[in-house]
């Protein structure tokens, strides 16, 4: 293999010797305009800003844990920021603006003011902004209805570390115990309706008397509240109190469409009876989608029919399931990788959002409106390659995305700024074609660990055909290229995640997958270069 240098000078090389009519041709009219449009303008006018003509040689002394450390800065100056509490720029240093930052973040949390960070302290900011940045509905609704905004999911991450909570009901509505009313406000809070308008809808709350000890028990049917917080895309959250000789029990059930026949009660304990779980599991015939082909030289290439989905809607319903199971999966609790997974992709998706709005942010002279109309460009340009994610292997992928990469004609460094743009706004705006045709373009600029993306959706089938043999290959170049060094692409403040997805591979590739499909090498096809993107030639 090349020395990375070398390769750089080579693709640059490559890149100076295509004449225009070439790239022209090679990379369509939707590539040149995008080279020539206003997001890689940006881009270049800021570089252009810096640029100077000295050159200076400096010996640079890398202490191992800077880069981790001033990650972790960042990221803290980011989640200040996103709170209200101007910490500036987030550059990693944290200095006068920043401790002042923390000091307001301190008073309106009730706690000593001294403008550092205790880690507990740290924990309470960065939960809450995570929680922020996964745009579950629980907290849209939170921070919807609070007077202070955003803030208000600092408090809310403060009480769920120190036990603290809400003042409780001490007394039920009119005719329901004290248990169930309580309840209902649970679903009103992550609802528009409020709690008495719950209680005047017909068929939210059933009674019967399920476990047969003659009491009332009820069903609250959460369905009826409209809030997509409580449901899958085929059931709904139905919350279930059996009565007991000390108050009642909340059992916790997915249903459609529940009644008191919906259930099989004994004591305090009740299930979805049989014949209803029997009903939804069976299989519904749909109509046939269109058969897509992808473009792969002179052979063609067909790919199953892939379902569009919502990616936002996906997530929202994850976050409803992390929130059910008492928060994220952790290394030492797995049974279910898929779970692990899918929480995996909702994360580095709200990172990928935040990283592309803050280098927006920084351009100054763009609206995000604007970023977006650019950046829709790449979704037909890259369709073909996202395409071939499902029927082709990752260094075949790879391949075809470097070679589109070198006709664009744009420098590594800034086409990976502008891909890194692009793949927050095809996140933002649902659009997966944009979002997965940018993470392969970081993947062939030599950005290794956003290869996670790609395992995510093959493994998922989310904007892909579901092809969990394949995803293996993207999760373990990801995982081997942070083993190696790499600048983590997400959640680079927890270490632990890697061990986390490394393990949720193992168990998708040892239990659930097939074995992996190996490529065939060939002789005539070159090997994918690795671009450089943080060093520049300005020699002429």
């Not at 003011?113 to 960065?126: H, V």
């Not at 059992?251 to 029997?278: I, K």
């Not at 519904?284 to 809607?313: D, I, K, N």
């Amino acid at each position: 293999m090349l020395p990375k240098n070398l390769i750089t000078l080579a693709v640059a090389a490559a890149v100076a010797t295509v004449p225009v009519s070439r790239v022209a041709a090679d990379a369509g009219d939707v590539v040149g305009g995008i080279v020539g449009g206003i997001v890689a303008g940006a881009i270049i006018s800021n570089s252009n800003k810096r640029t100077t003509t000295r050159t200076t040689t400096r010996r640079v002394v890398v202490n191992p844990g800077y880069s981790a450390t001033r990650a972790a800065n960042r990221e803290t100056q980011s989640a200040l920021n996103y709170f209200g509490f101007n910490a500036g720029s987030p550059d990693g240093v944290l200095g006068r603006r920043s401790r002042t930052a923390v000091s307001s973040m301190q008073a309106y949390l009730n706690m000593p003011i001294t403008g550092q960070l205790t880690q507990f302290e740290r924990d309470i900011l960065i939960g809450a902004y995570n929680r922020g940045l996964s745009g579950s509905y629980d907290s849209i609704q939170l921070v919807s209805k609070d007077p202070d905004g955003t803030k208000a999911l600092l408090i809310a991450q403060r009480d769920a570390l120190t036990g603290g909570t809400s003042p409780r009901r001490t007394v039920g509505y009119a005719g329901l115990p004290l248990e169930v009313s309580e309840a209902v406000d649970e679903i009103a809070d992550s609802s528009d309706p409020s709690a008495e308008q719950l209680l005047q809808r017909s068929g939210f709350i059933q009674l019967a008397d399920l476990n047969g000890d003659g009491k009332t028990d009820y069903i609250l049917d959460t369905s009826v509240s409209g809030s997509t917080f409580w449901c899958s895309s085929v059931q709904c959250k139905t919350i279930v109190f059996a009565s007991t000789a000390s108050g009642y029990a909340r059992n916790d059930l997915l249903a459609f469409d529940p009644t008191p026949a919906s259930f099989e009660c004994r004591g305090s304990q009740c299930v979805v009876a049989d014949s209803v779980v029997m009903a939804s599991t069976e299989p519904t015939v749909a109509e046939e989608p269109e058969t897509t082909m992808a473009s792969t030289g002179s052979l063609p290439l067909f790919a199953a029919p892939v379902t569009t989905v919502s990616l936002a809607s996906h997530c929202s319903k994850v976050s409803l399931l992390t929130n059910a199971n008492g928060g994220f999966t952790e290394a030492a609790s797995i049974t279910d990788p898929n779970m692990v997974m899918n929480e995996q992709l909702c994360l580095a998706r709200a990172f990928a959002i935040d990283t592309g709005e803050q280098m927006v942010a920084s351009m100054g002279n763009m609206t995000p409106a604007q970023v977006d109309a650019q950046c829709a460009a790449y979704g037909p340009a890259l369709k073909s390659y996202v395409g071939s994610l499902s029927v082709k292997p990752r260094e075949d992928v790879i391949g075809d995305v470097g070679g589109f990469v070198l006709s664009s004609g744009m420098d590594p460094a800034q086409l990976t700024a502008t891909a890194k743009i692009c793949l927050s706004s095809g996140y933002r705006q649902d659009d997966l074609d944009v979002a997965l045709g940018t993470a392969l373009m970081l993947v062939a600029l030599g950005e290794a660990p956003y290869g996670e993306l790609m395992g995510h959706h093959l493994s998922q089938g989310l904007g892909t055909q579901k092809r969990v043999d394949l995803a293996l290959s993207w999760y373990q170049s990801a995982l081997d290229a942070l083993a190696d060094g790499a600048e983590p692409a997400f959640a680079p403040s927890q270490p632990e995640r890697q061990d986390l997805v490394q393990m949720a591979t193992d168990m998708l590739g040892g239990a659930d997958a097939p074995l992996l499909i190996k490529p065939v090498e060939t002789s005539s096809k070159a090997k994918l270069p690795v671009f450089g993107t943080s060093t520049k030639n300005d020699k002429k």
